[in-house]
Structure formats: C-alpha cells, structure tokens
C-alpha cells in the first residue's frame, strides 16, 4: 500500500481552501467515488452547509517534472474557461504540501462506463441520448477551440438529473487558430484514431474527438469495443487500417451502424461535422415531426413585443419600436438590429451588459431566455452551432384572429392557427408542413392543385396568406 492508499482510509478529512482575499472555504471529504490516471476523486461537502462537491486529488509526487506540471497547469486552464450544461463545472483548485485540489460540480450518478460495465450493452434510446449531448458539449468545445482528446466512457458522467457531462480535460488542448495541428500523440490506445496511431507527420486536430466517439457509440451499442485485440500493437494495426465490424449477433439498427459507419473514416477530413451528425437521422428519426421554427413565444405586445425560442434554441425578441434581438444558444452573445431592415446587426458579447448602452433590452432577452428555456425544455432540438454570420430569427409576426405569423430570415414562414394546426412553409425548396393534431404532412407547394386532396391545407394556406397582409 502506498502512502496515499493509506491515507484513504482516514476519510472524511476536513480540507480548507484560503487564497489571499478570499474567503476561506472548507470542504469534508468523505467517500473515493473514483480514480483514473493520475488523480483520485472524491466526495465531498463544502461546510458550512454541505453542498456537495466533487475533488479531483493530484499527488503532487506524480506531477514533479515539468512536463507533468505544465499538464495539470493546462488541464486547469482549459477547464476553468469551460460553462456548459453538458461540461462538469469547474469550481476552482487549490493546493498543500502533497496534492492539488480541482474542486468539480458534483455528479451524483456517476461515470457512463460503470453504468455501462453492469448491463452492457444500452439501447440505443438510451445511447442516442448519451450521444447527442456529447455532441452538444463538442460543438461548444470546438467552438472554443478545445480538443478533449479523451473522450471516453470513463469521462462521461451523469449529474442527479441523469444530463451527461464530459469530464476529465487532462488531455485538452487549446488551439490558437482554426488550422492548427498537434503533434503530440495521447489518448486512451483504443479510441485513438488513425492518424494518432499511424506515427504520420500531419497532426492531428478536432476531428479525433469526432472518431473517439464513434467509438464510444460503437462500445455502448454493441458492448465491445471496435478494435480490440490482444496488444496495443495489434489495436493499432487494426485503427490503422479501420479494421472493424459488427457482431453477427447484434441488432443494431441500420441507422445505428451508419451513424458509427459514416465517423470511422481514416481521413479525418472526411469525418462528418459535429452538426452533419446531429442531423443523422440516428439521433433525428424520419421526419414525425415538422421541423418547427419557433416553439415557444410570448405576445407581451403590451410591453415590450414578441419573445420567443426557435428549436435551435436561439432566443429572440421583436421589440414594439421594431428594433429585433437574438441571442445565441450558449447565451455569449447578443446580434441587435435597429429596425427589420438592418442587414449588419451589432454583435454584443453578454459580459459586456452592464456598461453597455442597450444593456435594458439585453437584460430583458436573458430573462426571456431564461423563461422561455424552462418550458420549452423537452421540446427543442440540436442547439444552433454556426460559427459566423447572423443568428436565424423572426423578422416579421402578425396576430390575427386567426393564429399567430411567423416570417423568418429566412422568409419561411410558420402560422399556429387558432384550433392547434400548424402550416410551416420553407420557402427556398417550395415544401409545406402541415400538421392537425391527428395528422402530419410534407407536401410541395404544387401538390395545392390537388383541390380534394388538399382541401384543408388549402384552406390553411389561404388564412396564412391573408394573416401575412398583418405582418409588422
Ligand atoms: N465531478 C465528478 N463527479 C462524480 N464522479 C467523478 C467526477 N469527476 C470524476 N469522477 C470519477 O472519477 C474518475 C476519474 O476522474 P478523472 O477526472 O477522469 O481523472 P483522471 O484524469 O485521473 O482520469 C471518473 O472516471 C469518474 O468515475
Ligand atoms: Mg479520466
């Protein structure tokens, strides 16, 4: 036994954290809830009113040289410049004599991995919402510039919410512009991919992430991991020649297999985007559901104008002085446009708020958001991940008494009508949505012709011309 190892034995320990002008916080630790590489973690509860809080423990004996530290350093660095709802929140790092002390958002439930070792292998309801929000928390990584470069099921973890959380950034790097490449091979040997094993001279950049998860998916579907073999050798034999295939006894739907299938090239160029995945209809089956606009508003006309969430969870407002606003899904920033005609919206970075001359109009749209958020929850779909140009948002809207008008950017237009049916009309590819309650159609602005078949719809589509004579 180490002395470390001994040490556990003595739990709870009573842990104070004292920085120059900081108040002194102090942390019970109770209960090893896990381990990995280098670092032991714990339960914990920050005293006086024992709200849990996990803490990553670093025997400062195993990070002496100084490649070793500048890894803690960086891994911390990332970490604290990291706010997702699908990343462990990073709450802070101190030190003794022998460790340094991550202090981590406490997740109650656990890692993927050992959910996964006691029933392999999940369904694929139950992995499709695993992976989609790991897609989540990459889309706001890479828009970060943050490589994990560890993803893996031991560093998923699932809050008391049942959310998953991607941990451990031990191995991040952050990117200084869009085109770098590392060189630098890490990793966990049997999800690294081709050119991480291949010893090439290209680097390697955001799309490991992408095939680590491949692999993840792959693991949970089937229970085994794609490229297993006897030795390290041999996995990476079989990685470099992306040796791998399904077990003759599973049944993994034919979306499932394609979903892996289409991550697992050896070009890492070629290797789906985070929001091409997204769409696969692995995660978004069929089309059962019209791909609805807007999902949620308020008329607070009286007030202020409309407010409302897209499924992409952007939120926007249409002020009644006719000036719009939207605000990205991560909540960073804020585009404001002076009237419906504004092309070159100001872009507004939300830590900016407080001293900045729109700050009333911004402080309504984070709180819009926040209402608009809690009850759309279950509703929305993938978050909206473009990295340039104008956020999609309403440009236009009518209430009548009919329903209520939508009219994009875009120029697609949605009507919720009055009795609950909804007509969307995406106007660049000419095809209607139409949905009653009981039915659901997609059709193309020529089918209309069909005066008995369509009747209803056509009806729908005549209100809705009518009701965009209102748009203001
Ligand atoms: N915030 C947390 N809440 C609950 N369990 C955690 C938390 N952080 C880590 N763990 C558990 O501890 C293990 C190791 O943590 P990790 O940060 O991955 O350390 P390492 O860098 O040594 O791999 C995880 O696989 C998980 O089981
Ligand atoms: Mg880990």
């Given at each position: 036994m180490?002395?470390?190892?001994?040490?556990?034995?003595?739990?709870?320990?009573?842990?104070?954290?004292?920085?120059?002008?900081?108040?002194?916080?102090?942390?019970?630790?109770?209960?090893?809830?896990?381990?990995?590489?280098?670092?032991?973690?714990?339960?914990?509860?920050?005293?006086?009113?024992?709200?849990?809080?996990?803490?990553?423990?670093?025997?400062?004996?195993?990070?002496?040289?100084?490649?070793?530290?500048?890894?803690?350093?960086?891994?911390?660095?990332?970490?604290?410049?990291?706010?997702?709802?699908?990343?462990?929140?990073?709450?802070?790092?101190?030190?003794?004599?022998?460790?340094?002390?991550?202090?981590?958002?406490?997740?109650?439930?656990?890692?993927?991995?050992?959910?996964?070792?006691?029933?392999?292998?999940?369904?694929?309801?139950?992995?499709?919402?695993?992976?989609?929000?790991?897609?989540?928390?990459?889309?706001?990584?890479?828009?970060?510039?943050?490589?994990?470069?560890?993803?893996?099921?031991?560093?998923?973890?699932?809050?008391?919410?049942?959310?998953?959380?991607?941990?451990?950034?031990?191995?991040?790097?952050?990117?200084?512009?869009?085109?770098?490449?590392?060189?630098?091979?890490?990793?966990?040997?049997?999800?690294?991919?081709?050119?991480?094993?291949?010893?090439?001279?290209?680097?390697?950049s955001y799309s490991v992430d992408i095939w680590a998860l491949g692999v993840c998916t792959f693991l949970m579907l089937t229970g085994t991991q794609p490229f297993q073999a006897a030795d390290k050798k041999q996995t990476f034999q079989r990685i470099s020649n992306v040796d791998y295939r399904w077990p003759d006894a599973c049944n993994v739907s034919d979306n499932a297999r394609n979903f892996v299938d289409s991550i697992m090239q050896k070009d890492p160029m070629l290797r789906p985007s985070i929001s091409q995945l997204m769409q696969h209809p692995f995660l978004t089956p069929g089309r059962t559901m019209p791909p609805y606009m807007v999902r949620a508003w308020w008329d607070y006309s009286n007030r202020y104008g409309l407010t409302y969430i897209l499924d992409s969870h952007i939120v926007g407002a249409c002020f009644n002085d006719s000036s719009r606003i939207t605000l990205s899904p991560d909540e960073a920033y804020s585009q404001y446009f002076a009237t419906p005609h504004t092309t070159d919206p100001e872009t507004i970075l939300m830590d900016d708020i407080e001293t900045h001359p729109l700050r009333k109009k911004l402080i309504l749209i984070l709180h819009f958001a926040s209402e608009l958020k809690k009850r759309s929850e279950n509703l929305l779909g993938s978050p909206y991940i473009g990295k340039e140009g104008i956020l999609p948002h309403v440009k236009y809207w009518a209430k009548t008494r009919d329903g209520t008008l939508f009219r994009m950017l875009s120029r697609d237009v949605q009507a919720n009508f009055k009795d609950h049916s909804k007509l969307i009309i995406e106007t660049s590819s000419k095809t209607l949505y139409y949905e009653n309650g009981e039915t659901f159609e997609v059709l193309n602005l020529s089918d209309l012709k069909n005066k008995e078949k369509y009747a209803e719809v056509r009806k729908r589509f005549a209100l809705l011309k009518e009701m965009s004579n209102h748009l203001v």
């Open positions: 180490t002395k470390h190892e001994e040490e556990d034995d003595q739990l709870p320990i009573i842990l104070s954290k004292q920085s120059p002008g900081e108040k002194k916080q102090s942390f019970r630790m109770s209960k090893k809830i896990g381990s990995g590489g280098f670092a032991t973690v714990f339960y914990a509860e920050e005293l006086p009113d024992m709200t849990p809080i996990a803490i990553k423990r670093i025997p400062k004996a195993r990070i002496s040289g100084p490649k070793a530290k500048k890894k803690i350093i960086t891994e911390i660095e990332i970490h604290r410049s990291l706010f997702h709802p699908n990343i462990v929140q990073y709450r802070g790092v101190f030190q003794d004599q022998s460790y340094v002390y991550i202090l981590l958002e406490y997740c109650e439930n656990g890692s993927v991995s050992e959910e996964f070792k006691k029933s392999p292998p999940f369904s694929e309801e139950k992995t499709k919402k695993i992976v989609m929000q790991v897609l989540v928390a990459l889309g706001y990584l890479h828009q970060h510039r943050v490589i994990h470069r560890d993803l893996k099921l031991q560093n998923l973890l699932f809050d008391a919410d049942r959310n998953v959380k991607v941990a451990d950034f031990g191995l991040s790097a952050q990117m200084q512009d869009d085109d770098e490449k590392r060189k630098t091979i890490c990793g966990t040997p049997g999800y690294l991919s081709p050119e991480l094993v291949g010893g090439g001279s290209q680097g390697h």
